[in-house]
């Protein structure tokens, strides 16, 4: 069965950046998509960044140009690169991974980022 686990969260200044990573394991990681969600308090969980088996990635319009998805197919790792956070950016972040893209995919427990002066 596979299991994901998030790290890389913190607390971080306006203007910082994070990595976080999305470790996945009990499967061959060559067949997940995976994306990266994002919940702040009170709110439904959005996308934020995906990557697709074949390295394509789509970002919402809300981290264009400031966050970077990749994945490192020899260490089963997903990360997400967060440069010029604010304050909106503040929720606990997910992954969660399709095995050959069919849906709803298995999640992690997240991480939480937290964005603040």
């Known amino acids: 069965q596979v299991q994901l686990v998030e790290s890389g969260g913190g607390l971080v200044q306006p203007g910082g950046s994070l990595r976080l990573s999305c470790a996945l394991s009990?499967?061959?990681?060559?067949?997940?998509?995976i994306t990266w969600y994002q919940q702040a308090p009170g709110n439904q969980r959005e996308l934020v960044a995906g990557?697709?088996?074949?390295?394509?990635?789509t970002y919402a319009d809300s981290v264009k140009g400031r966050f970077t998805i990749s994945r490192d197919n020899a260490a089963n790792t997903v990360h997400l690169q967060m440069n010029s956070l604010k304050a909106e950016d503040t929720a606990i972040y997910y992954c969660?991974?399709?095995?050959?893209?069919?849906?709803?995919?298995?999640w992690g427990q997240g991480t939480q980022v937290s964005v603040s002066s």
């Open positions: 969660n991974a399709r095995y050959i893209g069919i849906p709803p995919g298995s």
């Open positions: 990557i697709t088996r074949g390295g394509s990635t």
């Open positions: 009990g499967s061959p990681f060559r067949f997940y998509d």
